[in-house]
């Protein structure tokens, strides 16, 4: 079963910076196109970036010139560093795979806030 593990959210203020990471327990992580998606409360599971197995990417129009994503293959992660953080961007933020896998990971959360 590929489990995913998201880390690195906490609690900054508007135009801080953070970078999740996801580990993907998975012996073929190189195969897969990766995904971050969030969810702020109330609101649908919004796709972020996306990274390909390649590293090709496209982000939302929300998010473009703020986030990158990255991925470490030899480590089975991939990141989503965050740069002038909005209080729009408080949400649990999520990876997965496309297609999507479940059980989906616990998310880590994002709070920007003053």
């Known amino acids: 079963q590929v489990q995913f593990v998201e880390s690195g959210g906490g609690l900054v203020q508007p135009g801080g910076s953070l970078t999740l990471s996801c580990a993907v327990s998975?012996?073929?992580?190189?195969?897969?196109?990766m995904d971050w998606y969030r969810q702020a409360p109330g609101q649908q599971r919004e796709l972020v970036p996306i990274?390909?197995?390649?590293?090709?990417?496209n982000y939302a129009d929300s998010v473009k010139g703020r986030f990158t994503v990255s991925r470490d293959n030899a480590r089975n992660t991939v990141y989503l560093q965050m740069n002038n953080l909005t209080p729009e961007d408080t949400a649990v933020y999520y990876c997965?795979?496309?297609?999507?896998?479940?059980?989906w990971g616990q998310g880590t959360q994002v709070t920007v806030s003053s």
């Open positions: 997965n795979a496309r297609p999507v896998i479940t059980p």
């Open positions: 998975t012996r073929i992580f190189s195969l897969y196109r």
């Open positions: 990274i390909t197995e390649t590293g090709g990417t």
